[in-house]
Nanobody, 122 residues
Framework: QVRLVESGGGLVQAGGSLRLSCAAS????????MGWFRQAPGKEREFVAS???????DYRDFAWGRFTISKDNAKTTAYLQMNSLKPEDTAVYYC????????????????WGQGTRVTVST
């Protein structure tokens, strides 16, 4: 069983930055892909970014140039550095993990964290 624990959400002004963390525990978790999804009020959950165990990354278009996904050397903690935040980034951000390859579809991911709320004020 893989367990994911997110932290780092909060309230920030537009243009500010936040770094989300996701600590993963479980068997062979360092070999898994990890990702971030978000869900804004009244909207469907959407893919934000992912990172393979190899370090290969993928981003949604709105995240390019503003967000950076990374892992620590042990590959058990994933980070999402978010810069130049906008009010439309307000959402609950979920960490997720999947064996081997990444995916932009939430139904393909195996484990989910409890979510961390990000609120960007104007």
């Amino acid at each position: 069983q893989v367990r994911l624990v997110e932290s780092g959400g909060g309230l920030v002004q537009a243009g500010g930055s936040l770094r989300l963390s996701c600590a993963a525990s479980g068997p062979a978790v360092s070999t898994w892909s990890m990702g971030w999804f978000r869900q804004a009020p009244g909207k469907e959950r959407e893919f934000v970014a992912s990172i393979w165990s190899s370090g290969l990354t993928d981003y949604r278009d709105f995240a390019w140039g503003r967000f950076t996904i990374s892992k620590d050397n042990a590959k058990t903690t994933a980070y999402l550095q978010m810069n130049s935040l906008k009010p439309e980034d307000t959402a609950v951000y979920y960490c997720t993990a999947r064996r081997f390859s990444s995916s932009r579809s939430d139904v393909d991911w195996d484990y989910w964290g409890q979510g961390t709320r990000v609120t960007v004020s104007t």
